[in-house]
């Protein structure tokens, strides 16, 4: 499949001259984003994502490495005509209405009178903001600020979407007009790369992730593979005795999740294979088990684990 985002070794270095030490924002970034899927961008505050961003835009220089949007460099005037992009912080001219300011972007864009018109009023029905159209921004509410920058990125019918938070100020109800829309754009051919502390928004609508932690790749695959790595069981079981928890350390990682009774246990096993070794453990020690269920793995389980270095 063809790649909408590509980048190889890129890294970006800040300071380093005289007398200023050198600060690595971006190190090693490698990154596969194929084209028609959504793709989140996941990573603790100052992990490096808006730097990574920046420079795939062509917005900042990279320090080394390379990278290609639509197949052409970084920075290429016509592959960046194909990109729209919504940045966590953003100003708009807070005097104009929604209808106004989308009309200054698509001039910006070089869009034509004709189409601008019509596409802003699909636009407007897109983000669910026609009843405002008219109105300043100014009067806008935090959420619909967000939804008025997300109608400035779709403006143009860009091939590529690049969404910095784009739910981080919507209730609920709007981050599911918003994964809606995400995914609709995806039906439609677009690519969308997805940069949120929203996990489980990033788990419902995101093909792949790559999770960016102190400036470095540490994990990049789709959500299925990510979440399918080996097995996590609960056992409910009485008489757990030490000689029994010392067995089951050999089938896997025990993490008591520190009830007193000591009653329940977390089972994290390499392999789905394994499961029934639990259980043989259990009764050949005497135990009286309850229960023993797979606990499935969510995206911020999977996220911490990788953040905190754990297996």
Not at 2 to 18: N, Q
Not at 209 to 235: C, D, K, M, P, S
Request: aromatic share 4%; net charge positive.
């Amino acid at each position: 499949m063809p790649s909408a985002i590509r980048s190889e070794h890129l890294r970006k270095v800040y300071g380093g001259g005289w007398r200023k030490r050198a600060v690595t924002a971006v190190d090693d970034l490698t990154l596969d984003v194929p084209e028609g899927e959504v793709f989140g961008f996941l990573g603790l505050n100052g992990a490096g994502k808006t730097t990574a961003v920046m420079m795939l835009l062509g917005a900042v220089h990279p320090t080394s490495g390379t990278g290609w949007l639509f197949g052409s460099p970084l920075g290429d005037p016509a592959s960046r005509r194909r990109v729209g992009f919504l940045p966590e912080k953003f100003r708009f001219h807070e005097f104009l209405t929604a209808r106004e300011l989308l009309r200054f972007h698509g001039k910006l864009s070089g869009m034509k009178s004709q189409r601008l018109a019509g596409r802003i009023d699909e636009v407007l029905e897109t983000v669910g903001l026609s009843s405002a159209a008219d109105r300043p921004i100014r009067g806008f509410s935090k959420g619909m600020q967000q939804r008025v920058g997300l109608a400035q990125a779709l403006l143009p019918g860009p091939d590529l979407i690049i969404l910095d938070e784009p739910t981080s100020a919507l209730d609920p109800l709007g981050r599911r007009d918003v994964r809606s829309i995400l995914l609709r754009l995806k039906k439609a051919g677009k690519t969308v790369f997805l940069n949120s502390h929203l996990l489980t928004e990033i788990e419902l609508c995101c093909d792949r992730v790559a999770i960016l932690h102190r400036g470095r790749l540490t994990r990049q695959g789709t959500v299925g593979e990510l979440l399918n790595t080996g097995a996590r069981v609960e056992v409910r079981a009485a008489g757990l005795t030490p000689a029994i928890r010392e067995q089951l350390t050999d089938i896997g990682t025990v993490e008591p999740d520190g009830r007193p009774a000591g009653d329940v246990l977390h089972i994290r096993v390499a392999n789905a294979a394994d499961v029934p070794k639990i259980a043989q453990a259990l009764v050949s020690g005497g135990a009286s088990v309850h229960a023993i269920m797979p606990v499935r793995e969510s995206l911020e389980d999977f996220f911490v684990r990788s953040v905190e270095g754990t297996p």
